[in-house]
């Protein structure tokens, strides 16, 4: 007898002529349906209900028979195609020991008896994870080379006279003239922006 999980995890696709039963995987929805079964008193109350119009009534008292026929036996056609049903879709879903999930073939770990969710293949965690690892390593390689652009682009500087693109000095090694825009004052000797008329440390008239 198939578990009642599995019997609340599928649709019905039934319908006067005959059954069908589509059962999904709790975890990816990748569905299965069972073959159709033709429901042979359905099938001849559709015919002579439909000869029954066109006729004008002729037939109208066998069609009333043939839908007594149908009323009577199609709940236990249907109860017996649908527990046929359930007995096939057991051998296309796997149900998991953890978590009781009905899953599809795709979504089962068949070594250990549970689904994907619960235990994941060490084959696909493995992959992830590398795949991962090489991201991280490509991130930090990008990092580490675009960091080392910006760092030689920090020890460039350009002369003033010429604006060549020089290391840093105290003469252009291209124009020879002189990198420095910093003078010391006359009076207290600290580093102070050329062309000032006042230190801005001691104040003293340059």
């Known amino acids: ?69 149908s009323d009577a036996g199609y709940k236990t056609a249907h109860d017996k195609a649908l527990e046929a049903a359930f007995e096939r879709a057991t051998s296309h879903f796997h149900r998991c020991r953890m978590c009781t999930s009905y899953v599809c073939a795709q979504c089962y770990n068949p070594d250990v008896n549970l689904c994907t969710g619960c235990a994941p293949s060490v084959e696909d965690t493995s992959n992830v994870a590398l795949r991962s690892g090489e991201i991280d390593r490509a991130t930090f390689g990008a990092y580490r080379k675009g960091w080392s652009k910006s760092h030689e682009a920090a020890e460039y500087v350009h002369c003033p006279e010429c604006n060549a693109r020089v290391n840093p000095a105290k003469f252009c090694p291209e124009c020879g003239a002189k990198m420095s825009q910093e003078e010391a004052c006359k009076a207290c000797g600290k580093d102070i922006a050329a062309g000032v008329k006042f230190c801005p440390e001691c104040g003293e008239k340059q």
Not at 1 to 23: A, H, I, P, W, Y
Not at 30 to 44: E, K
């Open 1 to 69: 007898m198939s578990e009642m999980k599995l019997r609340d995890n599928f649709s019905d696709l039934s319908d006067e002529t005959g059954f069908q039963f589509e059962f999904h995987c709790e975890h990816c929805g990748d569905s299965w349906r069972s073959d159709y079964v033709r429901y042979a008193a359905g099938t001849a109350s559709k015919v002579l209900g439909t000869a029954s119009s066109i006729l004008g009534g002729f037939l109208g008292g066998a069609s009333q028979a043939a839908d007594g026929v």
